[in-house]
């Protein structure tokens, strides 16, 4: 009797070795799949990644095309482009069609403002704290912000008083963050260097807001320059979206300026990651 209760135990022991043995083997391939499913989403990042900066280098090279038939349009149009079972859509805004945070005419800040959705009085604020912002003066406009006014809101950077130097400083502009900045963004510019619009590359939903705030035939009759101005066309905004099968999903956004040096032939002023549910003009329009 004492045989079988000693081969009883062991038994046991040899069940529980082996359920813990198990145990570890699920573990280890339990980790072994995790450790697969994110090694293979990284490499479709990636090869996303890489489809979308391909095709910012596609889009220069359209604006470059020496045909003007075949060159690629700066209006925010969609190219779309095929890459195996991957696709890849892009789309060219002219800096010249934005509002600049820095040359650009109150009103043509007002009319960006109106356009991504502020009310006219709200406008008329933000527009006003714009201008007080790239100032140089720490005197205050009647519906701006200067320094007592961002200390009053708890903010003790205060206004920039000096040019904008990127598009994302405008979140410093008191009132101008958060959700207000992302409707904002795509109609202003810190590389159109005019003061109007180029009517010929603006989104309709600007030029719409424009005519509304300045005086009648300002537009269609031209002026001097304080609505209406002609870009230089040389900056653009490039935004190129890759999609995979799977719905892996990756977007480039870029500001490419065209030089004249051969040996040189653009310059990257931005580059980023754009976001997935960018409020662009279209939209807005």
């Known amino acids: 009797m004492p045989g079988n ?11 529980w070795g082996a359920l813990l043995m198990a145990g570890i083997a699920a573990g280890v391939n339990g980790g072994a799949r995790t450790e697969i499913r994110l090694a293979r989403n990284a490499v479709l990042n990636a090869k996303a990644e890489a489809l979308a900066d391909a095709g910012v280098h596609r889009a ?20 779309r482009m095929s890459f195996g079972d991957a696709a890849v859509v892009v789309s060219i805004r002219d800096e010249g069609g934005k509002a600049d945070l820095n040359t650009g005419a109150e009103e043509v800040l007002l009319a960006a403002l109106i356009a991504a959705g502020s009310p006219t009085a709200e406008a008329v604020a933000l527009a006003a704290a714009i201008a007080d912002w790239r100032d140089p003066d720490g005197e205050r406009s009647p519906r701006g912000a200067e320094d007592p006014d961002y200390a009053a809101a708890g903010r003790i950077e205060g206004a920039g008083d000096r040019p904008f130097e990127a598009v994302e400083e405008l979140r410093s502009v008191l009132g101008l963050g958060g959700e207000r900045y992302r409707r904002l963004r795509p109609f202003i510019t810190v590389s159109g260097h005019q003061r109007g619009l180029d009517p010929t590359v603006a989104p309709p939903a600007l030029l719409e807001a ?57 310059v990257m002023l931005a580059w980023r990651q754009g976001a997935l549910d960018p409020m662009g003009p279209e939209a807005a329009r």
């Open 5 to 15: 209760g000693q081969r009883g135990v062991a038994l046991v022991a040899v069940l």
């Open 60 to 79: 220069v090279a359209g604006l470059r095309d020496p045909d003007p038939e075949l060159q690629w349009h700066a209006d925010g149009r969609p190219y």
């Open 210 to 266: 424009l005519g509304a705030v300045v005086p009648p035939g300002s537009i269609d009759g031209g002026s001097d320059g304080r609505f209406v101005s002609h870009s230089a066309r040389r900056a653009f905004t490039l935004r190129s979206e890759a999609s995979l099968p799977d719905g892996t999903r990756f977007i480039r956004e870029a500001i490419v300026y065209l030089t004249r040096d051969p040996t040189r032939p653009f």
